[in-house]
């Protein structure tokens, strides 16, 4: 062997010595960086039993000692009757919290109607002072004018309550939780003996003990924090009544042996599994967490009315969730799996850009990867700031009560995942009109190469819109999308019409295959495609119902004042409307002179400071139902809402108007619309630039069709090609 062979083959198998080396390395270096949380006396076990406790006394005595050990935590049932969460909420603000301190005393909670009850008492009325309560959440009011004695008052399971003197106004509401449970640690085990850290507060002969686990998992993950180390969860059912916390990591991990056997168990807590807040980087990882309330089995994904117009939620009464994050720069939430979640299971909320101001930390970049969310009565995912860069990729929901994404976040990708008989992806709900806003925006979103099965379900109440933009958001892509069997609405874009939100515009809706046909259930009334916002592509879309026409679905439709329209190469087949468009509307709500006025209810969109603001924009107006002229716009102020006419008008409150461009530019052309009983239907205003061309619409199967294009727009029908229909094709169309 010459020299130079020699050497090549010396450092060849030195380089590949130090490899292996690295590579060993690199294998074992991670055990020393994980704390397991066993060795913090987590049990991971769902061994439980039965207990005698007397009151005042630590010790209890166990039916079967099972596997406790000394230091662990336990939590029995029955024996320490208490009062918990006990909150005053202004009447301005149903949001907001502060302790109840001195307002109010409670006594008496016997638990003769459950471990764990849910108090809500509100003043609904001044003079004389009287008040409503509940103890399921304000699903059921059991008194609705209690005249207010300022002395001892019986609401239920034992529980009185006597207000203070003080200066009650209608919406105060009390809150507060009676529950039973005594959380406590074991120290010393003596036979069947329990000696614990806290003694019960009542005798009982019944008391279910059970693992309880949240010192043990937060202990480990405080010190890996201090140590710049990994938190490493086995296999196990970990039982919890507040979450794990993980504040300012410079870098961590939390990870469980496996997806489907490392559970996280808050059924009997509050609040997330997991809390992140602040820091630069966590990754979260193999777990499944399980709260306390299945779809359905809570108050619902609404709010109620207070005494003073608010709307308060009850769900927050008695939050749990799977993850909430707030102001951590880059999250990575992999492989974990929520059930039983009242508020959002995956949740985040913080600081976030307004405008070119960059706060100094801020949540930029967070992914949920191949994660669900079942059986919860709240929202699957949302994000509740503006915080940037969410993905929600190949995710599972199903069964989900609130919306399945709720986001008025920037720059969201929600790709890949599968959706069944659960609540509307929510883009926008940003309820601002803050100008930094129409600097940078908000309410980005690419929704693509998703599956949508069944039927949309949104507080117990099916068939709304699946996919849905609205208040704010703007450069929205859903593309490519499979809807099967989808009895519910499909997909909508709109501005939103009040004060408080700025109008929704610029999308592309493209490639989506959308089988609208009902299975299993009775057809609903149902659109397919819904845009009612500017600046928007409708294209190489499939909308279908098998079998025969469905007169239910509607394809497409389009809804003034929207401009900007471009609407092609779409198929629509079996369809009760292929193609309709109508005009929005509101009522005056104010008359500042002959020639201003304010809009009250409606959905006409109060436009941007960067746009049109309605100049040389037509109105027309109604009486009632009758028609009652036209005006010219002269401006559109956003600050102040007042709509000013070129001319006067006898404009009255509540007076109906509808606005709509004199160059609306709506370009629909080279559809294919077969077998639908009304084909298209114009029932807007249209414009001279408002254009139907190149289409071809074919009879198909239905029989009771009997016009291929109706109603009385004013669209310029060119080169359309009309097969199977009696009489003259229309060439024009002009709205009175």
């Known amino acids: 062997m010459n020299a130079r062979l020699s050497q090549t083959l010396f450092l060849f198998l030195a380089f590949t010595t130090l490899r292996c080396l690295a590579a060993t390395n690199e294998l074992s270096a991670p055990t020393s960086h994980w704390l397991n949380v066993a060795d913090f006396g987590a049990s991971g076990s769902t061994f439980e039993t039965t207990a005698a406790t007397t009151a005042g006394s630590k010790q209890t005595t166990v039916a079967k000692l099972g596997d406790f050990k000394v230091g662990q935590g336990v939590m029995l049932s029955k024996c320490s009757p208490q009062f918990t969460r006990c909150f005053l909420k202004p009447p301005e603000n149903p949001f907001a919290s502060t302790p109840l301190g001195d307002a109010a005393e409670l006594r008496?909670?016997?638990?003769?109607?459950?471990?764990?009850?849910?108090?809500?008492?509100?003043?609904?009325?001044?003079?004389?002072?009287?008040?409503?309560?509940?103890?399921?959440?304000?699903?059921?009011?059991?008194?609705?004018?209690?005249?207010?004695?300022?002395?001892?008052?019986?609401?239920?399971?034992?529980?009185?309550?006597?207000?203070?003197?003080?200066?009650?106004?209608?919406?105060?509401?009390?809150?507060?939780?009676?529950?039973?449970?005594?959380?406590?640690?074991?120290?010393?085990?003596?036979?069947?003996?329990?000696?614990?850290?806290?003694?019960?507060?009542?005798?009982?002969?019944?008391?279910?003990?059970?693992?309880?686990?949240?010192?043990?998992?937060?202990?480990?993950?405080?010190?890996?924090?201090?140590?710049?180390?990994?938190?490493?969860?086995?296999?196990?059912?970990?039982?919890?009544?507040?979450?794990?916390?993980?504040?300012?990591?410079?870098?961590?991990?939390?990870?469980?042996?496996?997806?489907?056997?490392?559970?996280?168990?808050?059924?009997?807590?509050?609040?997330?599994?997991?809390?992140?807040?602040?820091?630069?980087?966590?990754?979260?990882?193999?777990?499944?967490?399980?709260?306390?309330?299945?779809?359905?089995?809570?108050?619902?994904?609404?709010?109620?009315?207070?005494?003073?117009?608010?709307?308060?939620?009850?769900?927050?009464?008695?939050?749990?969730?799977?993850?909430?994050?707030?102001?951590?720069?880059?999250?990575?939430?992999?492989?974990?799996?929520?059930?039983?979640?009242?508020?959002?299971?995956?949740?985040?909320?913080?600081?976030?850009?307004?405008?070119?101001?960059?706060?100094?930390?801020?949540?930029?970049?967070?992914?949920?990867?191949?994660?669900?969310?079942?059986?919860?009565?709240?929202?699957?995912?949302?994000?509740?700031?503006?915080?940037?860069?969410?993905?929600?990729?190949?995710?599972?929901?199903?069964?989900?009560?609130?919306?399945?994404?709720?986001?008025?976040?920037?720059?969201?990708?929600?790709?890949?995942?599968?959706?069944?008989?659960?609540?509307?992806?929510?883009?926008?709900?940003?309820?601002?009109?803050?100008?930094?806003?129409?600097?940078?925006?908000?309410?980005?979103?690419?929704?693509?190469?998703?599956?949508?099965?069944?039927?949309?379900?949104?507080?117990?109440?099916?068939?709304?819109?699946?996919?849905?933009?609205?208040?704010?958001?703007?450069?929205?892509?859903?593309?490519?999308?499979?809807?099967?069997?989808?009895?519910?609405?499909?997909?909508?874009?709109?501005?939103?019409?009040?004060?408080?939100?700025?109008?929704?515009?610029?999308c592309t809706i493209t490639g989506n295959i959308m089988d609208m046909t009902a299975v299993g259930e009775p057809s609903r009334p149902r659109v397919a495609i819904h845009v009612g916002s500017s600046d928007a592509i409708v294209s190489d879309n499939q909308v279908y119902t098998r079998g025969t026409c469905d007169t239910n679905l509607t394809a497409i439709r389009l809804t003034e004042p929207a401009i900007n329209l471009i609407v092609h190469d779409n198929l629509l087949r079996n369809c009760g409307t292929g193609i309709l468009s109508d005009a929005a509307y509101s009522y005056v709500g104010e008359v500042v002179d002959p020639t201003t006025f304010k809009a009250g209810r409606g959905i006409i969109p109060m436009e941007r400071r960067l746009s049109h603001r309605y100049r040389r924009w037509n109105i027309a107006w109604f009486r009632g139902t009758k028609p009652d002229g036209f005006s010219v716009i002269e401006s559109f102020d956003p600050e102040t809402f007042h709509f000013k006419l070129k001319q006067p008008h006898a404009i009255k409150v509540g007076d109906k108007f509808e606005v709509f461009a004199p160059s609306a530019n709506w370009n629909l052309h080279d559809n294919t619309i077969t077998g639908c009983a009304q084909p298209v239907a114009f029932n807007n205003h249209g414009s001279d630039t408002s254009i139907f061309r190149n289409n071809l619409i074919e009879r198909g199967g239905v029989t009771n069709a009997t016009q291929a294009i109706t109603g009385s727009g004013r669209f310029k029908l060119i080169g359309n090609h009309i097969i199977g229909f009696e009489g003259k094709r229309p060439e024009s169309s002009q709205k009175p």
């Open 108 to 506: 008496g909670y016997d638990g003769s109607a459950g471990s764990w009850l849910v108090f809500l008492i509100e003043i609904n009325s001044a003079e004389p002072l009287a008040f409503r309560w509940s103890d399921d959440m304000a699903r059921t009011w059991k008194g609705t004018k209690v005249p207010v004695t300022f002395d001892w008052q019986p609401l239920s399971s034992g529980v009185e309550i006597k207000l203070k003197k003080r200066d009650w106004q209608p919406g105060h509401i009390i809150t507060f939780q009676a529950r039973d449970q005594l959380a406590t640690k074991i120290e010393k085990i003596e036979g069947n003996v329990l000696t614990l850290a806290h003694a019960a507060t009542r005798t009982v002969k019944d008391a279910v003990v059970r693992h309880w686990d949240s010192d043990a998992l937060q202990a480990a993950v405080t010190r890996a924090l201090k140590e710049k180390r990994n938190v490493f969860i086995p296999a196990g059912h970990y039982r919890l009544t507040s979450g794990l916390s993980v504040n300012n990591a410079a870098g961590i991990t939390v990870e469980g042996a496996s997806g489907a056997e490392t559970v996280l168990d808050i059924s009997e807590g509050h609040n997330a599994c997991v809390s992140l807040r602040g820091g630069t980087e966590v990754t979260v990882r193999n777990l499944r967490m399980v709260g306390h309330t299945g779809l359905s089995d809570g108050p619902g994904w609404h709010s109620f009315k207070t005494s003073s117009g608010k709307a308060c939620w009850p769900v927050g009464l008695k939050p749990c969730s799977a993850m909430h994050i707030s102001n951590t720069e880059r999250v990575l939430i992999e492989n974990c799996h929520a059930s039983k979640m009242n508020t959002e299971a995956f949740y985040c909320q913080g600081r976030s850009r307004s405008g070119t101001n960059e706060p100094a930390a801020y949540t930029k970049s967070l992914t949920y990867l191949r994660c669900s969310a079942t059986n919860c009565d709240g929202n699957g995912f949302n994000n509740n700031d503006m915080a940037e860069n969410t993905s929600v990729l190949h995710c599972r929901i199903v069964d989900v009560g609130g919306c399945t994404w709720e986001g008025a976040s920037r720059f969201v990708r929600f790709i890949g995942n599968y959706v069944r008989n659960s609540g509307t992806i929510a883009m926008g709900n940003i309820r601002s009109r803050a100008e930094h806003f129409e600097q940078l925006g908000s309410g980005q979103h690419i929704i693509a190469d998703n599956v949508f099965e069944g039927r949309t379900l949104y507080n117990n109440r099916p068939g709304g819109y699946i996919v849905r933009a609205t208040d704010g958001a703007t450069q929205v892509i859903v593309r490519n999308n499979l809807f099967i069997n989808y009895n519910s609405c499909g997909i909508e874009i709109v501005p939103g019409g009040d004060e408080r939100s700025l109008p929704t515009s610029n």
